[in-house]
């Protein structure tokens, strides 16, 4: 069972940027991917940005240039950079891990509320 630990929100103006950070309880360099969604009030969790462990980056279209994943396997963190946040960006964030063994393992924290204002 992995652990995911998130941090970093709060409440920044529009143009502004923030840092999340997601900790896990364990080394992610034997985590398949892992990934930052975000759910705004009555609406869809949605997938913001993912990495794998080899490195590969995927965002959604309407955070990409603004927003970058990375992962420090030393620390055991995933981070999402955020600049250029707009309102729209305003919603919980969670850190999710994916580990495939003959199951697929799938984790989540317990999220992280980012408010942007205008």
């Known amino acids: 069972q992995v652990q995911l630990v998130e941090s970093g929100g709060g409440l920044v103006q529009a143009g502004g940027s923030l840092r999340l950070s997601c900790a896990a309880s364990?080394?992610?360099?034997?985590?398949?991917?892992m990934a930052w969604y975000r759910q705004a009030p009555g609406k869809q969790r949605e997938m913001v940005a993912v990495?794998?462990?080899?490195?590969?980056?995927n965002y959604a279209d309407s955070v990409k240039g603004r927003f970058t994943i990375s992962r420090d396997n030393a620390k055991n963190t995933v981070y999402l950079q955020m600049n250029s946040l707009i309102p729209e960006d305003t919603a919980v964030y969670y850190c999710?891990?994916?580990?495939?063994?003959?199951?697929?393992?799938?984790?989540w924290g317990q999220g992280t509320q980012v408010t942007v204002s205008s």
């Open positions: 999710n891990a994916i580990r495939l063994r003959l199951t697929t393992y799938t984790y």
């Open positions: 364990e080394s992610i360099s034997s985590i398949n991917a």
């Open positions: 990495i794998t462990s080899g490195g590969t980056t």
